[in-house]
């Protein structure tokens, strides 16, 4: 993660990631705000640990879009296509098949 003037992000800062149902989406399927430590502008954060938690539901559509806030600031400009590998969970689909 780099600032406006290109340098990377260090120290603690609190994230809100949320999940839209359309690019231009104003209200969120699903937030949640995390306190971060940056490195050097890198960081990790496992979206979907804790409350509220991601579900099976919330990905049963094909259109959905990742937004990310920075402490107050506004939330960045684009927003990215949720794609592949979070609709793995619909392999919950084979775990609760009966019969078969």
Request: zero cysteines; glycine letters at 10%.
């Amino acid at each position: 993660m780099l600032d406006a003037t290109g340098t990377p992000v260090g120290g603690s800062h609190e994230i809100t990631f949320a999940i839209y149902d359309a690019p231009g989406a104003e209200t969120p399927t699903w937030s949640k705000t995390f306190t971060v430590d940056f490195d050097d502008g890198y960081y990790s954060v496992a979206l979907g640990d804790g409350s509220p938690a991601l579900t099976s539901e919330l990905f049963a559509t094909d259109d959905l879009w990742l937004g990310v806030q920075i402490d107050s600031s506004p939330e960045l400009a684009n927003r990215s296509p949720l794609r592949s590998v979070p609709f793995a969970i619909h392999a919950d689909t084979a775990v609760n098949v009966t019969g078969g």
